[in-house]
């Protein structure tokens, strides 16, 4: 029956109009093979080569830190030596000390904005309470341009004053700060917003300066320039008036050598808030000062030093009061760094002295120091570091309660620290 029908369709119709048939049909069965292949040959190319995705805001984040523990019992002279805003673990009663526990978490986002996160995980509420949580930086960085040369640092960070100050702890060689600089600023940190302009060529050494085993301070700007509150990190605002910092520190290269120096500035109405209820004077007084640097690296000998001037708050003991009064202090450091293998030597000398006022603690308590401390640190392995200090102190302050405290007297501090 078909081949009939087909055979009476064939005489009945026009032969043109099967052959344009055949050639349609022909034509579709050919152009569904093709796509049938080019689907094919797409999805064996996509199964040969690795999909390229895009990184999540996750995926840039680092996580580091370092914990160190000290023993201070060691060689003591005098149990009554003590440095309320140094190291905390000076004095009677005291045996192994955690000074600092740290993890952070850092990263950049995009071209044009990063961020900084860390706390500490061992500050002591006072002599019987110890190991809590405190907030240490806690900040985002805006770039202008792509290679963040120029950039705004909003949040709570370190104060661009000073170099030791700048210096991280977990890459600074002794184990204290000094008191002259670091008295400008309790934990040298406060909130504000702080602008940085870093030159490519300048920002390239500083990482090679903190990278390296140079004992850095890191990138905190060529010209920095910033507004904070003043009270300090982790202190409330008192009086709603802002403090002004400028800074200015430039490395340069000198042969084998390099060498850094620096200028730094501020200026503000500081409030004492930890006052005897006896002392009749006002809450705030003028906090002011300006500094200078001076850094030759150690390669594989160094020299650190800076000095400042000011005014700011301060107890006098003539009337038992509170007052603006000069202050005055510096300290020098040398180091003399050894490498021998895969090891790390820092053998280092440092004379401090100071006049002033220390506005943070109680009554703006009035100190004149004078130390020198002798020590090396050891690096066996990138992760490990072992210090031994041997410090001769002469300490002498002044507050309500204690109208002239001396504390004379020497003792050696051992300090482990791990790196992660």
């Not at 190319?45 to 160190?68: C, F, L, M, N």
């Not at 905390?88 to 990263?107: H, M, Q």
């Not at 000094?178 to 909130?191: F, G, H, I, K, V």
Request: aromatic share 12%.
């Amino acid at each position: 029956m078909i081949k009939v029908s087909c055979s009476k369709m064939y005489k009945q119709s026009n032969p043109k109009f099967f052959f344009i048939l055949m050639l349609l049909i022909a034509s579709q069965v050919f152009s569904q093979a093709t796509t049938e292949n080019a689907k094919s040959d797409t999805l064996i190319k996509e199964s040969s080569e690795p999909k390229k995705e895009t990184k999540k805001w996750y995926d840039h984040i680092s996580v580091r830190g370092y914990a160190q523990v000290r023993y201070n019992q060691l060689l003591v002279t005098n149990p009554d030596l003590t440095n309320e805003q140094g190291d905390k673990s000076i004095g009677e009663n005291n045996g192994f000390f955690l000074r600092r526990a740290r993890i952070i978490f850092s990263g950049k986002l995009n071209d044009h904005v990063s961020f900084y996160f860390q706390p500490d995980f061992v500050n002591n509420l006072d002599p019987t309470r110890q190991h809590f949580v405190q907030l240490r930086d806690l900040y985002m960085d805006l770039g202008i341009d792509k290679k963040m040369q120029y950039r705004f640092r909003i949040g709570q960070s370190k104060v661009p004053f000073g170099f030791e100050n700048m210096q991280s702890s977990q890459n600074r060689v002794t184990l204290d700060r000094a008191d002259p600089t670091n008295s400008a600023l309790s934990n040298e940190r406060d909130l504000g917003a702080f602008f940085y302009w870093t030159p490519e060529n300048v920002g390239e050494l500083l990482s090679e300066l903190q990278n390296g085993a140079l004992k850095g301070s890191g990138n905190y700007g060529m010209f920095a320039f910033g507004v904070f509150n003043g009270q300090t990190g982790n202190y409330a605002e008192a009086n709603n008036k802002r403090h002004l910092v400028t800074r200015f520190s430039y490395p340069v290269r000198i042969g084998s050598q390099i060498i850094e120096g620096g200028i730094q500035a501020y200026t503000g109405d500081y409030v004492v808030t930890k006052k005897s209820s006896k002392i009749d004077s006002p809450d705030e007084f003028k906090d002011e000062r300006v500094g200078a640097t001076f850094v030759l690296y150690p390669k594989p000998f160094g020299i650190q030093a800076e000095y400042n001037i000011g005014k700011g708050p301060a107890f006098s003991n003539a009337d038992s009061t509170i007052k603006t009064r000069d202050l005055k202090g510096g300290y020098v450091q040398l180091i003399y760094a050894l490498k021998v293998g895969k090891q790390r030597f820092n053998t280092y000398g440092k004379y401090q002295a100071y006049d002033g006022g220390k506005k943070h603690e109680q009554d703006a308590r009035q100190y004149l120091v004078k130390e020198t401390e002798v020590g090396v640190e050891w690096q066996p392995l990138k992760a490990f570091e072992l210090t031994v200090a041997y410090s001769m102190m002469d300490r002498r302050t002044m507050d309500y309660s204690k109208m002239n405290h001396i504390m004379v007297g020497n003792l050696m501090r051992i300090q482990a620290q791990v790196n992660f």
